[in-house]
């Protein structure tokens, strides 16, 4: 039984967003018109699953031939800035894909999400697992529908670490990781690629350390204060770790000025040996390389994130649980087609086709890639599920997350100052 994390009362966008609740009441004083537009925003995602979107709107639209369904996608760090904006203004979405979190939390409560409950009642919350419906529950009422879940581990190009001698599936621990690092250097081999320019990448590492340290439950006291809140000692330690780690200098030339999409790409095209990245990456890193193909499948291997010594969370899983939200004022036809997106047929498709692990009961069958049912068996091994730290603690405080990552991995904060910053950050959300 996977168990997803339920953030608690927090207010991270709240400062941007309050100023724009009275543009949200008096949207919401309007009586809703069905409208024959749905316009769906998503963030960037690879050109197979466009394809299936456009084969699923292609579907609905035969049976809807008064309805016209958009998809617009916008690149993650700049949807991530561009959102919070969009749902102030005449170009907001009808649908819009979330992580969940506080920040889904900040937007309902800024007045800026239809509330599901009622919809959901008709027999479309049984299609998924009650965990992946409470991520976007508050307060017990439902403002999203589930996507698919993702999970964090290491993409290793096995063709590379056979050449240090590295045997990947005894690649269990930390310790592990650190002797395969040396391994690869004294190969030659740049033993990892990271995205560090865009934050995100970079906290996995921390993100994923915290949780094997604290686990869900250390985090959750985390944010009610206890134990000293973020600057308990599994904090701390989730930041000497990676310091450590990049002390030991298994990144790339140019780490820090490195995109997410170049890391991806040059992962695919076999310039390191290793990039822990979301289970999501297998198709984007193929496109992204510089010959389309990426790292051949008999040389690609999909690894949990290693355990640490004592950790509370070694169970425990770390990613996201990503879906959509329907804006306040949306019409009944984007409900209709979200619904229709989201149902046990077109999940199957999804897995199917390898594009993510979706969520609907049963179409985890359907998964023929060996990453994509590796990636699930972690999820259904785990005993927890903790959410991206950077979604589930609030864009303000995630921020300050990837921040501290990112200057933890340059050496120029220490630990017990990152877990400072990030406390603080909690506190004044």
């Known amino acids: 039984m996977i168990a997803f994390n339920r953030p608690d009362c927090g207010h991270m966008v709240r400062r941007n967003l309050v100023a724009a609740i009275a543009v949200a009441s008096i949207l919401g004083s309007v009586a809703a018109v069905a409208d024959s537009s749905v316009r769906v925003l998503r963030v ?12 699923v709107v292609t579907e609905y639209e035969a049976q809807h031939p008064d309805v016209d369904v958009e998809f617009e996608y916008i690149a993650n760090e700049a949807y991530k800035t ?17 992580w969940g979190g506080e920040g ?3 937007q309902v409560e800024a007045g800026f999400v ?9 027999g479309w919350k049984e299609l998924y697992p009650e965990s992946a419906v409470s991520a976007f529950t508050l307060d017990g009422r439902v403002y999203g529908a589930p996507l698919y879940a993702t999970v964090v581990g290491f993409w290793v190009n096995t063709a590379l670490t056979d050449q240090a001698g590295i045997d990947v599936e005894a690649l269990k621990t930390w310790q592990d990781l650190e002797a395969a690092v040396a391994a690869l250097k ?17 906290h996995f590492y921390w993100g994923a350390l915290a949780t094997r340290l604290a686990g869900g439950d250390g985090i959750e006291a985390a944010r009610n204060g206890e134990n000293g809140g973020f600057t308990g000692d599994a904090f701390v330690r989730a930041g000497e770790m990676l310091q450590e780690f990049a002390q030991l200098e298994p990144f790339q030339s140019g780490f820090m000025s490195t995109t997410y999409e170049r890391a991806s790409a040059m992962f ?26 990426g790292v051949p499948d008999e040389n690609l291997e999909f690894i949990a994130f290693p355990t640490v010594a004592e950790g509370a969370g070694n169970t425990h899983s770390f990613g996201g649980m990503n879906g959509f939200a329907v804006t306040r004022g949306a019409s009944d036809e984007a409900i209709d087609f979200l619904r229709f997106l989201l149902n046990e047929e077109n999940q199957r498709e999804a897995a199917r086709r390898g594009i993510f692990v979706p969520v609907a009961h049963g179409s985890e069958e359907e998964l023929l890639t060996p990453y994509a049912r590796r990636a699930a068996d972690i999820l259904a091994e785990s005993t927890f599920h903790q959410v991206f730290l950077d979604q589930a603690l609030g864009t303000s405080v ?3 997350v990837n921040d501290i990552s990112a200057d933890l991995a340059q050496g120029v904060t ?8 990030v406390e603080e950050a909690w506190q004044f959300r």
């Open 186 to 202: 004294d190969k030659g081999i740049t033993p990892v690629v990271v995205g560090a320019k865009d934050g995100w990448p970079m």
């Open 82 to 98: 561009r959102l919070p904006t969009l749902l102030q203004s005449d170009l907001r979405p009808d649908i819009y894909y979330s």
């Open 44 to 55: 960037e995602v690879s050109d197979i699953e466009k394809q299936y979107y456009n084969d």
């Open 414 to 421: 220490t630990p017990e100052e990152a877990a400072e910053r």
């Open 104 to 106: 889904l939390r900040d």
């Open 114 to 122: 239809r509330d599901l409950t009622e919809p959901m009642q008709e």
């Open 268 to 293: 695919g095209d076999g310039e390191a040996a290793l990039h822990l990245m979301g289970d999501w990456d297998y198709l984007p890193s193929r496109e992204r390389s510089a010959s389309g193909e």
């Open 398 to 400: 995630g921020a300050t």
